[in-house]
């Protein structure tokens, strides 16, 4: 149906080990238009978590990656995706630990649909901790679909889901094709004196 409201909840940390893995680049517009279809968009999210700057040592591999990480995150708010972050705590093994993020994610698609904000969830991520979510959501009324990829796949999600949408499936369609480096072939004359400039 035209009219059908949809509303995406995209685990990012379940997102990122299959994707990781399979060694491929998002294009998270695609994804979010991909798993639309013909529908009414409401919002898609993302939930994550990364460090506090605090936890982090300047000019480091890890600092580079906070960075990167905050850029990315930046990048997907301007395509319109709501981002929502929870915070890594640092252990005093110096090891992170991801907490909060599931909560949120449960916490936002089940308020939602009390609010009847959509009436299609759909769930980006393999965790089978949704499961009750999932169930409690569909008590309500609504319908709930479930996108991930095989590798971090959970068949008691896919069980309790009204759709399952395997995403290695459909790669084509939002996968970030890396372009080659172009380089120039350089003639023998101008290797010959870029040695003399040496």
């Known amino acids: 149906m035209i009219d059908e409201r949809v509303a995406l909840f995209i685990d990012g940390s379940n997102i990122f080990h299959a994707i990781r893995y399979l060694n491929i680049k998002i294009d998270y517009q ?5 798993l639309t279809e013909s529908r009414r968009l409401i919002r ?3 939930y994550g978590a990364i460090p506090q700057e605090k936890d982090v040592k300047k000019n480091t591999p890890e600092w580079e990656s906070l960075m990167r990480q905050r850029r990315f995150l930046e990048e997907l708010s301007l395509l319109g995706i709501k981002v929502k972050m929870a915070h890594l705590r640092k252990l005093p093994s110096g090891e992170y630990v991801e907490k909060e993020v599931d909560i949120m994610l449960a916490t936002d698609m089940l308020s939602m649909a009390y609010m009847n904000a959509y009436d299609t969830a759909v769930l980006v991520s393999g965790d089978s901790d949704f499961s009750y979510t999932v169930e409690e959501v569909q008590r309500i009324g609504k319908r709930v679909e479930n996108a991930s990829f095989k590798r971090t796949s959970s068949y008691q999600l896919r069980k309790v889901c009204d759709r399952f949408i395997l995403l290695d499936d459909y ?7 890396e372009k080659p480096i172009i380089t120039q072939e350089v003639s023998f004359w101008e290797k010959i004196a870029k040695l003399w400039k040496r």
């Open 44 to 46: 898609a999210y993302f």
């Open 171 to 177: 790669l084509d369609r939002f996968v970030v094709e």
């Open 30 to 34: 695609k994804l979010v238009e991909f």
